[in-house]
């Protein structure tokens, strides 16, 4: 039988996860004075050319972690065998999360998994959005098909338009929508007592 207190546990850790990526990022700022969030990506803080760039990495890779067991807890939570590949897309998202630590700016494979942990985390969200949708959920089918489908034309139109003022603006922006989407699973599969 699966534990409502485990799965609980397991769903908060995605919406957490946010707030402590801003934990991450102070600390690494307050060791790095030359950084900017107008100038500099958020991988800047864990190059090699960086003060203590361990302290960003090491928090990617943990919150890498967070983002695979939020995963299990839509696991647990799911509904479907839809809702379920939806909680795999978003373990995957987690590794590669994870990854940006291991591979940090100016090494060779950052690119490719910084770049794949937005595409992946959007990918995810499009698909526990249509999960819901398949469920009956429709309010938060269409917020989370919303939030997983906008985010790379709406960054392209913002760059197209006026352009970003640094990358770290850009990362943020889609971290946003992934932290937003984070939230809306965690709530529309929360457990809850039946009557």
């Known amino acids: 039988m699966r534990s409502p207190g485990l799965t609980k546990a397991l769903l908060l850790l995605g919406p957490v996860a946010f707030p402590l990526f801003h934990l991450v990022v102070l600390a690494s700022a307050l060791r790095n004075p030359w950084w900017s969030f107008y100038k500099h990506a958020f991988s800047d803080l864990g190059a090699q050319t960086a003060t203590d760039p361990w302290i960003y990495n090491v928090g990617l890779m943990v919150l890498g972690a967070l983002v695979m067991l939020f995963s299990l807890g839509l696991l647990l939570a799911a509904k479907s065998k839809w809702s379920g590949f939806a909680s795999a897309l978003f373990f995957v998202a987690g590794i590669f999360l994870a990854l940006i630590g291991i591979y940090p700016g100016g ?89």
């Open 107 to 195: 090494t060779r494979p950052h690119v490719f998994v910084s770049t794949w942990f937005y595409v992946q985390s959007f990918i995810a969200s499009a698909a526990l959005g249509a999960a819901l949708l398949l469920e009956g959920n429709h309010p938060y089918g269409v917020l989370l098909c919303a939030l997983g489908v906008l985010p790379l034309p709406l960054g392209a139109l913002v760059e197209a338009a006026v352009g970003w003022p640094s990358v770290a603006v850009a990362e943020y922006a889609g971290a946003v929508f992934i932290a937003v989407a984070a939230t809306a699973g965690c709530y529309a599969y929360w457990p809850r007592k039946s009557s």
